[in-house]
């Protein structure tokens, strides 16, 4: 999709198969059309359902700020109409006191004290696993061993999931957010997780768990409790989002940090940096780009007039870059003053699992700088982010040695 012409009289293009980066493309909209009357990303795959009649993006900070912030005029609804057709209905499509209630219920199951118990319990014995595995060989792909295996097996043990179902519902969950590109997968895995799940719920209504599933089913709203099909909806999403924010985000940091050799080295002298350095990855390279809302009424934004009933879509991953909020917002640098990112989204819907993400990512650093030294990326042009709407590295081949 070729736009116009840069300053240097360079095409600006947007390459919809995500192979290279959509960062220079995204700071020519702010910077000429920052609320555009388009579509991003390559519609003719998708069924003719799930095709907008009418769509924007907001690419600047605070138009996508004020979107998020303003869920009454730009809604979440329409998440029913497409990745609810196979996680069923959600918070992610729930407003108002529905919203609230369920909001509330889910967020206990992450509330600090969970979190605390967590870390050395879960956390730490599988990230401490995962690396005591492959410390001695001397090279390994981060991806593979690490950041894509160590949210799963999290997220099983939270979930009070049996370890020998790990492929499965990783499997699954990819295949359940594959609706864009292949619905009958999506609508597949849905059913499978359904039975899963719901097998799943009947033992704990026999049984009572001390785990997330536990949790849920014993939780009420107004006094009644939450029937099968609300507990495997949540459960639906929680899986892959938790699996994909995750996977996604310490696969970009680590990348990012690779690339950045004195960065790498200063958190590993400094571990205190790792929060910084965490941010600073999911502002730098985002690993959700873009979210969908749909007006309720017309609304002016960006001195444009956008009618009700449109599909606009909040590019997070362009308002991380605002230069008007950050100096040099092209550079990956942890010591930049800190600023709060819409990585996670904003509003009623931001989200929930981004505590668990930032302490995930801090104890899986932790365990790897504990027990690898001199890390180093292989060179390989192969290995780099890629995505355009889900963005993270394909592989990550380093090299190391056991620390001493």
């Known amino acids: 999709m070729s736009i116009s ?15 290279t980066s ?29 095709v907008p009649a009418d769509e924007w993006v907001l690419f600047c ?3 996508v700020f004020r979107a998020f ?6 809604s979440s609804h329409a998440y029913d109409q497409t990745i609810g057709l196979v996680i069923g209905h959600t918070i992610l499509a729930m407003g108002g006191k529905e919203h609230h209630d369920h909001r509330n219920l889910v967020a206990r199951a992450f509330r600090a004290h969970a979190l605390q118990r967590w870390e050395p319990a879960v956390i730490g014995p599988v990230c401490n696993q995962l690396i005591d595995e492959i410390k001695n060989d001397g090279a390994a792909d981060l991806v593979a061993s690490v950041t894509f295996e160590f949210p799963t097996r999290v997220a099983a043990t939270l979930l009070g999931l049996p370890r020998e179902d790990l492929d499965l519902f990783r499997r699954l969950s990819f295949d359940l957010i594959s609706i864009p590109v292949d619905i009958e997968a ?21 049984k009572l768990t001390d785990d997330i599933i ?24 929680l ?43 999911l502002r730098c390279e985002t690993p959700l780009t873009m979210v969908p809302r749909t007006t309720t009424e017309p609304v002016e934004i960006g001195g444009r007039a956008i009618p009700s009933g449109a599909q606009v879509d909040l590019c997070m991953g362009s308002a991380n870059h605002d230069e008007t909020r950050w100096s040099d917002p092209e550079t990956f640098d942890i010591h930049r003053p800190r600023q709060a990112n819409l990585s996670f989204a904003g509003g009623i819907h931001m989200c929930l699992g981004m505590h668990l993400a930032r302490l995930e990512t801090r104890v899986m650093l932790n365990s790897l700088f504990d027990r690898v030294a001199n890390l180093t990326l292989i060179p390989d042009e192969d290995a780099r982010i890629v995505g355009l709407t889900f963005r993270s590295p394909n592989k990550i081949p380093v090299t190391f040695t056991p620390a001493s």
């Open 5 to 19: 012409t840069d300053p240097h009289g360079q095409a600006v293009t947007l390459d919809t198969t995500g192979e």
């Open 22 to 50: 959509p960062y220079p493309f995204f700071e020519y909209m702010r910077r000429t059309e920052p609320v555009w009357h388009g579509a991003l990303g390559d519609q003719s795959q998708l069924p003719p359902e799930l």
């Open 61 to 63: 900070y605070d138009d």
């Open 69 to 74: 912030r303003d869920d009454r005029v730009f």
């Open 186 to 206: 999506g609508l597949r895995a849905s059913i499978e997780l359904h039975d899963y799940f719901l097998e799943q719920v009947e033992q704990r209504r026999r």
């Open 214 to 237: 536990g949790d849920l089913v014993g939780a009420e709203i107004d006094g009644e409790k939450l029937s099968d099909e609300a507990i495997i909806s949540f459960l639906r999403l």
């Open 239 to 281: 899986l892959p989002a938790g699996l994909e924010t995750t996977y996604r985000s310490s696969g970009n940091l680590l990348y990012l940090l690779l690339t950045h050799p004195q960065q790498l080295t200063a958190v590993y002298r400094d571990r205190s940096l790792i929060p910084a350095a965490f941010e600073e990855g």
